[in-house]
């Protein structure tokens, strides 16, 4: 595997890390095939700080002085585990912030959101989804970054379909969702380590949703929205860890002064 996806399904989140179930119950069952009950309240720690209600940061850290807009040819859409919804530490949602045209459905298991079936169907769009290439019973559906560059040659729009969740979480959305077997895959093939604080990595490779998206838009091109975006991600990192220890980040980090000045 190349570098994917963040989160490891056991270790040290910071919210989030009682067992994750208890958050919605059935787990990531909508037609309650497996339910389950909340073994116990989920109370995250982290509870009871002051958030921003935009950013949701803790107030004390508030990231919304650093909200950069960026145009990008290509898009992202993000296929978000149920249970990744519930967490602060997703960094999906940091791609949607700097990026307007960014979608975001809930995954289901059994059908797909019906905007995103439409989407699917609608030619103006060539979409990929995100996965390591390291199984040999899709090979035939593996394609390069040429393949982006090649649809925006023809005029259309390329789409990152990156899973949304844990590890585990995003090989079952890939195995588990017929409405995705027809699409090409695309493995991000990068040397980038991640530098996400917030959840522990398996290893150094494994992104996260927002540094896949980084590097997905500076191969496929889009080099400054990959700039606005790597420097919106550092900050609500470097905030985000800073809130853990209750310590305002002061004075202003060079990602930090690089977005604010783009706003002017
Ligand atoms: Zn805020």
């Keep these: 595997m190349s570098a994917f996806d963040s989160s490891v399904d056991k270790g040290s989140f910071f919210e989030g890390s009682v067992n994750d179930r208890s958050v919605v119950g059935s787990g990531d069952s909508p037609a309650n095939e497996h339910p389950r009950p909340p073994r116990r309240e989920f109370k995250a720690r982290g509870s009871f700080v002051t958030r921003c209600d935009s950013c949701q940061l803790p107030a004390l850290n508030c990231l919304c002085p650093y909200q950069v807009k960026a145009e990008s040819h290509a898009q992202v859409w993000l296929l978000t585990h149920p249970l990744e919804h519930f967490k602060p530490t997703n960094t999906g949602r940091l791609i949607r912030d700097v ?47 040429d393949a982006v560059h090649a649809a925006k040659g023809q005029a259309r729009i390329p789409v990152f379909i990156i899973l949304d969740g844990t590890w585990r979480q995003a090989r079952r959305m890939f195995r588990k969702s017929a409405y995705l077997d027809q699409l090409p895959v695309l493995p991000l093939s990068t040397e980038r380590e991640t530098r996400y604080r917030l959840r522990k990595p398996a290893s150094k490779a494994h992104l996260c949703t927002a540094e896949v998206a980084i590097e997905l838009l500076r191969q496929g091109g889009d080099a400054v929205a990959a700039e606005v975006l790597d420097d919106y991600f550092e900050v609500f990192n470097d905030s985000y860890a800073a809130s853990r220890l209750y310590h305002k980040i002061d004075p202003p980090t060079a990602a930090m002064q690089r977005l604010v000045a783009r706003k002017v």
Excluded: C, E, N
Excluded at 112 to 134: E, G, H, K, N, T
């Design 99 to 145: 990026i307007t045209t960014t979608r975001v459905f809930t995954w289901y298991r059994v059908a797909p959101d019906a905007q995103l079936a439409a989407l699917l169907d609608d030619s103006r769009y060539a979409p990929f989804v995100i996965f390591p290439d390291d199984q040999p019973d899709y090979a035939d559906r593996v394609v390069g970054i």
